[in-house]
């Protein structure tokens, strides 16, 4: 489909009848990529370089910074004002109590008066045993002597039992003393359990407690990068690096065309309304013709009873003859007002559910197809894998569709029902790219092996013929995953500008 045509021109062999259209200058969906993903390795390469910054322009030791930066919630202009304004408090609250160390070396820190004074045993300040001052430790005090043991267990305990904000704010062990513990002091005296374990604390300060950086956690389980995001951009569609798809904003899954505000309203909904349709939503249904319970094991809601009844799961309609009006709610007569309003969410409820699993089968067919799929029907069928790439493309579109389409429904719910001709438009354009994306999801997943099996099957398609059958289905395949695209980026784009344009006119 050309980039100029109407939102809903989304097959040329369909009957002329007259539809609403949408008056809109054609514009490019995907937005350009206003977020940076952040690994392990820039989070630290970011924390080192405000650090030395802060450090360079205050002539202060990165003890000393670090210590700033946390206090001020690392916007480094803000701690820079605030020591120029008045350093003396400042040092006093960060537990800077006495002048900085250029040398930047608190480990075995010995007071001045006794630096020269090789020999001279302290008492720990723990433990109480005498040790030589070479194997003891201060703070930034440089008063109160503690032997590396105990300085040890010391870290540890802050650092395992006392969270994130007392192992990054560790004071002298003394009670009496709340001069600050510094980096340097933990790196050198700490094992690599808990040094490594400050860190972690450390950089997820840098990116929680951030107040100069818009930086946000990925919230896939298991995932350790962040996003740091561009101030003034509307679009907070993130891509991370291990593939999961978030909104920046309120960290749900990509919910295009939906906003943030929506999405809260419909998990509250959700929750409020679970007894309701628990009891009304199944794994199975029964057939409409032989009334046997059939589970849905595929993407698409094109069902095949045994009996061979062919219907949609959504509607339980014959196949083919909804698509118009699946997706439209029609209420039933001489029904109360309280049965109306759980029927009406019910109906999108199930479909906003439906596309959800729908969404997540497809997106497990897709790896399957990526690990082992691509290269078994390559060496099955003697073809090269970048004849196959299309395969892939179109499980990503299909993936990518489901998604819009399982937020389609929220959209729907939400959309005011005395608008009733703005309702129905949105049905019309709705019910279109359902139809449309099921025949690409059918065309996918069912008729990809009609084409594509193993030789054993007798598919050879070193003959020639068989081969011009494949380039057909390959060119067909590429043809419905292209407009399906552009169909579903237009559909996006107007429900985004909240069908502003509608206006009823007669399709020539």
Known sequence: MDSDDEVYDMYDDEEEEEVPTIDEEPRVFHKQKCYKILNDTNIRQLVNEDISKTSMILSVSRDVS????????????????????????????????????????????????????????????????????????????????????????????????????????????????????????IVKLANEKDRLK???????????????????????????CAAEFEFGSENYDVICDCSNGFCWSCLEEIHRPIDCDMIGKWKDINHEEFANTNWILSFTKKCPKCEKSIEKNMGCMHMTCRCGYQFCWLCLAKWGACFSR??????????????????????????????????????????????????????????????????????????ECRKVLKWTYVYGFYLPQDEVAKARFFEYLQGEAEAGLERLHHCTEKELMDHLGSSTNGFDYTEKGSYKNFVDFRTKVIGLTKVTGNYFDKLVMALENGLKDVNISSRR
């Open 326 to 399: 699946c997706n439209r709610y029609e209420e039933k007569q001489e029904v109360t007002q309280a049965k109306k309003d759980i029927q009406r969410y019910t109906h999108y409820y199930e479909r906003w559910l439906s596309n959800g699993k729908s969404k997540e089968k497809a997106l497990y067919d897709m790896k399957k197809m990526k690990d082992e799929g691509l290269k078994k029907l390559s060496d099955d069928n003697k073809i090269n894998e970048n004849e196959l790439r299309f395969v892939i493309e179109a499980w990503e579109q299909i993936v």
């Open 198 to 224: 400050y860190y972690d604390y450390l950089f997820r300060s840098y990116v929680e407690e951030n107040k100069s950086k818009k930086i946000k956690w990925c919230p896939s389980p298991g995932c350790e």
């Open 66 to 185: 670090l210590a700033l930066l946390r206090c001020h919630g690392w916007d480094i202009d803000r701690a820079n004002e605030e020591w120029l304004v008045n350093e003396h408090e400042v040092r006093k609250s960060i537990g800077m109590l006495c002048d900085d160390n250029a040398d930047n070396n608190n480990y075995v820190s010995i007071p001045k008066k006794k630096k020269k004074m090789n020999n001279v045993r302290v008492n720990c300040g723990i433990c109480f045993d005498e040790y030589c001052i070479d194997d003891v430790g201060f703070a930034s005090c440089d008063k109160h002597p503690f032997c590396k043991v105990c300085w040890d267990g010391y870290i540890s305990m802050s650092a395992n039992d006392g969270g994130p904000n007392k192992c990054l704010s560790l004071r002298c062990p003394d009670p009496s003393c709340e001069a600050m513990v510094g980096e340097s002091l």
